[in-house]
């Protein structure tokens, strides 16, 4: 029997799939690429077909793999950029829906605080990566946010041009860290605009904002990002399909 399925605590599919998703959180099979058949993983593992399928459907359910008719199993790229169209309507003057600008504003290395600590799961004191956005459509500003980031993980960030970050920085994170986020969990909050929020948003003071806290993370569940957007309540929504 392979040695990752020895372990008798866990159903053997439940091992599976932990083994699966622990291969791809080591990149074996990056974003987009197919793993192997059923079969084949069958025959790797020593198990049954019925037992792959079972711990595949668990990470397709997991949104880490999906399934394509006739094609395969595969990676899943994360989209978490939709998420925001969820909660602030981020459009052109003529209506079109459009993914915001990206200006970094900010970037440093700080010791983490008790808060960012207890969010990324470090000690506290560890250093981290502190970087201060603005996004932006049509040169308005529309969010500021807060990013703080284990620097271990992610060293080469410090080193790179912000010019080439990008508008989305999960795909930066995958390519010059080997980092992937596939799942995030998302709390919302209201809070008054101090006084450098206010000035970054063009807001009168104490105007109110809506926070996006999220917490990002990669397929073994460590988290890999924190981070807060703030943005006027005004421009908020918020969409949920309820079946």
């Avoid at 397709?60 to 595969?74: A, H, I, K, P």
């Avoid at 970087?131 to 049509?138: A, C, G, K, Q, V």
Wanted: glycine share 4%; net charge positive; aromatic share 6%.
């Amino acid at each position: 029997m392979n040695p990752a399925l020895r372990d008798d605590r866990l159903p053997r599919y439940q091992r599976l799939r932990d083994d699966l998703a622990a291969r791809i959180n080591r990149n074996e099979w990056r974003p987009g690429e197919p793993i192997p058949s059923e079969a084949e993983l069958g025959a790797h593992y020593g198990v049954a077909i019925g037992t792959v399928r079972k711990a595949i459907d668990q990470l397709v359910s997991d949104n880490v793999l999906e399934r394509q008719q006739g094609r395969g199993t595969f990676v899943r790229r994360a989209r978490f950029n939709s998420s925001l169209f969820r909660f602030f309507r981020f459009q052109s003057e003529s209506g079109e829906r459009r993914v915001p600008k990206s200006r970094i504003i900010r970037r440093r290395s700080v010791a983490a605080n008790s808060a960012v600590a207890s969010a990324l799961r470090i000690p506290a004191g560890e250093p981290v990566i502190s970087l201060s956005r603005l996004r932006l459509i049509d040169d308005v500003p529309l969010l500021a946010e807060e990013i703080w980031l284990q620097q271990s993980r992610f060293a080469e960030i410090l080193e790179i041009d912000t010019a080439e970050f990008g508008d989305l920085l999960y795909p930066l994170y995958e390519e010059r860290c080997g980092e992937v986020v596939v799942s995030a969990e998302e709390i919302l909050t209201v809070e008054a605009a101090n006084e450098m929020q206010a000035r970054l948003l063009r807001l009168e003071a104490h105007a109110p904002l809506i926070v996006i806290e999220r917490l990002a993370l990669d397929l073994e569940r460590r988290p890999i990002e924190w981070r807060r957007s703030r943005g006027p309540a005004d421009r908020f929504r918020y969409h949920a399909e309820i079946r």
